[in-house]
């Protein structure tokens, strides 16, 4: 049965309505076909190749496209199939799948490789994530001129702290801020132990720059993870934001009073 439906298929004309760009190569490594998809691709690519229609490309030793330690020269000689990955080429975001071919006898016959564009899908996940890297990761003004508030949210790992770094830096040498409030209350897990000390030394460079930074709100767990690794608690570190806002405006010399009633 199954080898009825086979030889009853037209596989060109099956390929041709696939949305991905398919490219079939012989065992020679010479390209033997491609898909009206990946026709267009190539046209696209026409700058790059050294040939000047897509059509010219049958017959050509796709090896010679590549570099000699090349991925592709180490899938082939090392036999690395099925192999799958994505890759940025020509300013495309691609995600390729090369697997072998072999005929009804079961005689290898050469490698088929499918290229499915990825670069708008790829794009925009990219902007989703600097969105929220972005709300998630907010540097507010306080009521103070020169402080900065950074209330931490979420789940912290290697690369929000990354982020979280490059703007606290950016944003103290953007304002000329003084003082800049971490408040930790918001925080649910540290997925890493190891990053607990790089808060600490987030202070130390805060303090490089000429500002003062303060801890605030830590839960119970998160305590118990910073002194563990070598945190000490200091005259810098409050149970509450409110606590530090306080502290830095005794510090500048000013306080919060209640206002007067004026009698008309």
């Known amino acids: 049965m199954q080898k009825q439906v086979s030889e009853a298929l037209d596989y060109e004309r099956l390929f041709d309505h696939l949305p991905d760009n398919i490219f079939i190569i012989n065992q020679a490594c010479e390209l033997k076909w491609m898909n009206r998809q990946a026709v267009e691709l190539v046209k696209d690519f026409l700058n790059y190749l050294p ?8 017959g050509f030793p796709v090896a010679s496209l590549h570099e000699f330690n090349s991925m592709f020269h180490k899938i ?3 036999d690395r199939f099925p192999y799958r990955k994505t890759v940025t080429i020509f300013g495309y975001i691609a995600d390729l799948h090369i697997d072998k071919l072999f005929t ?4 290898h016959t050469g490698c088929v490789l499918f290229w499915r564009d990825v670069t708008k899908e790829k794009e925009k996940e990219r902007r989703s994530e600097r969105l929220i890297e972005e709300i998630s990761t907010p540097i507010l003004p306080v009521v103070i001129e020169k402080a900065l508030f950074a209330p931490l949210i979420g789940t912290f790992d290697e690369i929000r ?3 979280l770094r ?3 830096l950016s944003k103290i040498s953007e304002t000329g801020a003084e003082y800049i409030i971490f408040d930790f209350s918001g925080i649910t897990a540290i997925e ?8 600490t030394k987030l202070q130390e460079v805060v303090q490089l720059m000429g500002a003062q930074a303060y801890f605030t709100g830590f839960q119970t767990s998160l305590v118990k993870d910073f002194v563990a690794n070598g945190m000490k608690f200091n005259d810098k570190t409050f149970a509450h934001y409110r606590q530090a806002i306080t502290h830095i405006l005794h510090l500048e010399g000013l306080e919060i009073t209640p ?4 009698k008309a």
């Open 76 to 78: 082939i000689e090392k």
């Open 104 to 107: 009804p006898e079961g005689d």
């Open 192 to 199: 890493d132990g190891s990053l607990v000390s790089e808060f």
């Open 161 to 163: 702290l990354d982020h």
């Open 259 to 262: 206002k007067r009633n004026e």
């Open 51 to 58: 040939v000047e229609t897509p059509e010219e490309l049958i």
């Open 166 to 168: 490059n703007k606290v």
